[in-house]
């Protein structure tokens, strides 16, 4: 039994149609009932069916019924017996009334149905089986106008004794309503009916089916494999029409059927299935069809993030026929799910999307943002439906989408937040509101685009010139994180701040001292007017406005050196926990010596930027941190958090923080002694631009600094020099800031004019005293005694080794013990030289500061003492042992007690023992004693100068 078709998956199928075709051919009846869903395979089974009809000697009416002939009545009776009355066969006997040269006659549109029509047909169908059996075939009979469906349950019932079989293809109970339905119940009670319910092909069916269609893979070059043809199979839920037209792609498209292709594969799956099944919706004529038709296109709207209810209010239908649409969707594949609410792959969304009218997707997406809105839906649902339709100039679209940008940038989503906004100045020519959008796009901006946030600024900045009462306005893009990178918004904003002052109605005091932060914070007059305005009462605020100039206000007064004890007290006064760290607080911490609270405000700085998603704001405060970090000499954790911010500075373009982060990151290798690798990250940047000249100063520095460290004294004075005529024009004189009067004492010595150092070194140490700052001071003694000689250089190191004692700067420590250990050596102390020296050694390596720790060891190794008598290998009362040789390894690098333990896996009371017993082998009581005496013990690796001659300590050395 074949239908030129490959029969898959059906025997059972297959053995009823022979049994069937067997009792009409004894002469008896029978009745197949094919039902099942839309590419099941019922056409082909009764194809096949059919084939066989000659094993017979069967007689055959032939019809299939259409939803567009559901109003022509008996159209399937016509279609049975027309072929047979326009060859001229009639009836053997009976039924001419009815059924004759012209069928027309007795079954025309206006006859009624009546108990004699019906028995006439009857007795015509009858009269056929006169020489031979008798098929029936009627396709799709789901679709039969009511009086044929009537005609076939009258006939069915009354095939006792005649050779007659009706073969029957009808689709899934529930899949419309009314007489097929009826027709299907009143043949299925009959005892000769067989009903045929098709199922889906198991996968290895599916595979054979699409080998076939493809010509058993030698067009395509491969069989299908196991992971293709599962894929397949669970797309098409094995459904055989799907298969085929699946496969047919495949082969037209020259997509292999290999696993490699899988994705390509599922996508060609996806919009077979979507095409064929809306066309099986859309030609069915069924109400309940369509309206699954306007529910999987408003699903495909409204989709992921809604489901069926939503689609069902978008589509107008109400919850039952959104029930039954639901229910055919499921059963074509489309969707899935209990309750079937979402697409069965998401290329099927694509597909449905792709077919769609553009107006008709447009109106979806707006009437979904619409109800979504009123719905208290999350914002930023409703503004993707809007941003995926056209412009329409809605006043409500602006709102719903500049409220959504504002849910977006409390999220910290700044992308999408500018989206938004960028949408909502296209829906809009209001003056008014677009002013107000474009001050909100450059609040979002200046976090991760700062020349688009700029190019808003002066948009806006030119309407507020126009419109004064527009001023509150220009209040987001305030920002040190602006204003900082660009000399033209300090203009803008001193401008601003001006106006603010003349007309307070505007914006009032708060207003003010936002404009009038900006303009301090470049050391604009502008910026006095905040003070002016607020007096005494400016230290009791609380406002966010109030803490952020207070913070601009002690950045700019410690820029200028002023009183130490203000500075600080402005300072604490804004960083009381109220709200975010204001960025600007953090470096007069670092320059008033308050080393511990800026590293802890500096941490919660950066915790806070990263919370917020601010990549300008990231950049600041990571740069702030590697700062502090620097002072504290932190190197290899400062370098990380340098190199971090210059990432986030590029980002989001930042010029002025990228410099000021690439001139941190150059300070540090010069004090790894990768020179290279300095010269590559200053290279990388301009010094001039239009940022803050503390910026430019920062850079320049580091680029004197490293230019002395090359060798290149001429070079680093003339660079340090130009530091200092920018930054004292800007009125940055504080020494602490910006330490370029420091290295400058050294360029002039390495250039051999002390006269000028020293005249340099007695103006830093002033600036230094009035400031006030102990390792500011002790800076500038250090470097002062460069350009000094005997006693005078000795007096002035250990002034400033004293001051450094306990402040936490561990670099500037090192440095300084360095300097004082090579003159004590050059004084010929070389017992203290040696001791310290080994503690500059030691600082300067737990710094990581390469260049100083080797210049120390050099120094210490010339300085070494002959080892004590007591301390000769073979007397055993003062050899240390293996194990206390390792713990006095580990103690040296700076580890605990209870550390030493762990690292050696050994009780803390044991290494307390160990050290015990080292102390009184070696007559010591301290660890710096332990280290002054075990690195004189390993000194036979540095060969000490001869007695009498000094090692050489040129200038260079100081560094």
């Not at 419309?176 to 339905?181: F, I, K, L, S, V």
């Not at 494999?225 to 459904?239: D, K, M, S, V, Y």
């Not at 003492?865 to 700076?894: I, S």
Request: aromatic residues 4%; contains cysteine.
């Amino acid at each position: 039994m074949s239908s030129g078709q490959p029969l898959l998956h059906r025997d059972v199928e297959t053995a009823a149609m022979r049994e069937a075709l067997s009792r009409v051919r004894a002469g008896g009846p029978s009745v197949l009932l094919i039902q099942g869903a839309r590419g099941m395979g019922k056409t082909t089974l009764l194809n096949a069916a059919l084939a066989a009809r000659g094993e017979v000697g069967a007689l055959l009416l032939m019809a299939r019924g259409h939803p567009t002939e559901r109003d022509h009545p008996f159209g399937v009776v016509r279609q049975l017996f027309e072929p047979l009355m326009t060859a001229g066969r009639a009836p053997p006997s009976g039924g001419s009334a009815v059924v004759g040269p012209d069928l027309g006659g007795g079954l025309d549109r206006g006859h009624p149905v009546t108990p004699d029509l019906l028995h006439g047909l009857y007795r015509a169908t009858r009269s056929f089986t006169g020489d031979r059996p008798l098929i029936i075939a009627v396709d799709d009979v789901h679709h039969t106008d009511p009086q044929s469906s009537q005609w076939c349950s009258y006939i069915a019932r009354r095939l006792d004794g005649l050779p007659i079989a009706m073969i029957l293809t009808t689709a899934d109970t529930g899949a419309d309503a009314g007489g097929p339905d009826d027709l299907a119940r009143d043949l299925a009670a009959l005892p000769y009916t067989r009903l045929l319910r098709p199922s889906p092909l198991c996968a290895q069916c599916a595979a054979r089916l699409m080998e076939s269609v493809l010509g058993g893979g030698a067009e395509i070059g491969d069989e299908i494999g196991e992971e293709i043809a599962a894929a397949c199979h669970r797309l098409t839920q094995g459904n055989p029409l799907l298969l085929r037209e699946l496969a047919g792609r495949l082969g037209r498209s020259g997509v292999r059927p290999v696993s490699a292709e899988l994705p390509r594969v599922l996508d060609i799956g996806a919009l077979a299935l979507t095409e064929t099944a809306l066309g099986w919706l859309s030609g069915s004529g069924s109400g309940v069809d369509a309206a699954g038709v306007d529910l999987l296109r408003s699903l495909a709207i409204v989709a992921p993030e809604d489901g069926m209810e939503v689609a069902s209010m978008i589509a107008g239908h109400g919850q039952d026929t959104a029930r039954a649409a639901g229910e055919t969707l499921r059963r074509a594949g489309l969707v899935t799910g209990t309750p079937p609410d979402r697409f069965a792959h998401p290329r099927i969304q694509q597909a449905v999307l792709a077919g769609m009218d553009p107006g008709e997707r447009d109106r979806l997406h707006r009437r979904t943002a619409s109800l979504l809105y009123r719905l208290g839906a999350p914002l930023r649902r409703s503004a993707r439906h809007l941003m995926s339709a056209g412009p329409t100039g809605d006043p409500l679209t602006v709102t719903v989408l500049r409220e959504a940008a504002g849910e977006a940038a409390a999220r910290h989503a700044w992308e999408d937040a500018t989206g938004y906004l960028h949408r909502a100045l296209a829906e809009t020519d209001d003056q008014d509101t677009v002013l107000e959008v474009t001050a909100e796009l450059g609040a979002v901006e200046k976090h991760r685009d700062l020349p688009a946030c700029l190019r808003h600024l002066r948009t806006a900045y030119g309407r507020v010139r126009m419109a004064p009462h527009a001023l509150m306005s220009l209040a987001p893009f305030a920002d040190i994180l602006v204003t900082a990178n660009s000399a033209e918004a300090a203009e803008v904003f001193a401008g601003a701040a001006e106006s603010a002052a003349a007309a307070p109605q505007f914006g009032g005091a708060d207003l003010l001292l936002v404009f009038a932060a900006q303009a301090l914070l470049w050391g604009r007059s502008a910026g006095r007017l905040g003070l002016r305005r607020l007096g005494r009462s400016l230290g009791t605020l609380v406002s966010p406005a109030a803490r952020e100039f207070l913070s601009v206000l002690a950045l700019a007064s410690g820029a200028r050196g002023r009183s130490l004890p203000r500075t600080l007290a402005q300072t604490r006064r804004c960083l009381d926990g109220q709200g975010p760290v204001p960025a600007a607080a953090v470096l007069p911490l670092v320059w008033g010596d308050r080393l511990d609270e800026a590293s802890y405000w500096a941490e919660r700085l950066v915790s806070e930027t990263q919370e917020a998603g601010s990549g300008t704001g990231l950049a600041l405060a990571l740069l702030t941190r590697a700062e502090v970090r620097y002072q504290l000499g932190s190197l290899e954790a400062g370098l990380a958090d340098a190199e971090a911010a210059v990432a986030s500075a590029r980002e989001c373009q930042a010029e002025g923080f990228h410099v000021a982060a690439a001139a941190c990151a150059a300070r540090v290798l010069v004090e790894f002694g990768d020179l290279e690798a300095a010269e590559s990250a200053l290279k990388s940047v301009a010094p001039y631009g239009d940022w803050h000249p503390m910026i430019s100063g920062q850079a320049l520095d580091a680029l004197g600094r490293l230019r002395l460290a090359q060798g290149r004294p001429r070079d680093g004075l003339l660079t340090l020099l130009e530091c200092g005529r920018r930054l004292t024009a800007a009125g940055i004189t504080n020494p602490a800031c910006v330490p370029w009067g420091t290295n400058s004492i050294l360029a002039y010595v390495l250039s051999g004019e002390r006269s000028a150092a020293r005249m340099v070194a007695e103006r830093e140490l002033e600036l230094a005293r009035a400031w006030g700052a102990p390792t500011v001071v002790a800076r500038a003694l250090s470097a002062g005694s460069l350009a000094h000689e005997g006693q005078v250089r000795l007096d002035m190191l250990h002034e400033a080794v004293a001051l450094l004692g306990n402040r936490g700067a561990r670099l500037e420590h090192a440095r300084a013990l360095l300097r004082l250990g090579i003159a004590q050596r050059q004084a010929g102390d070389d017992g203290k030289a040696h001791e310290t020296l080994a503690l500059a050694l030691r600082l300067a390596a737990d710094c990581g500061a390469g260049r100083l720790a080797a210049l120390a060891d050099k120094h210490r190794a010339a300085t070494a003492p002959a080892r004590a008598a007591t301390l000769t290998p073979g007397h055993d009362d003062h050899v240390l042992t293996v194990g206390e040789r390792r713990v006095t390894d580990l103690v040296l690098r700076g580890m605990s007690n209870l550390e030493v333990a762990t690292t050696l896996s050994i009780s803390k009371r044991t290494v307390d023992t160990h050290l015990a017993r080292i102390y009184r082998k070696l007559g010591i009581h301290t660890r710096a004693e332990l280290a002054v005496i075990l690195t004189g013990l390993s000194d036979d690796d540095h060969p000490a100068a001869p007695a009498g001659e000094p090692v050489p300590t040129g200038p260079h050395e100081y560094l």
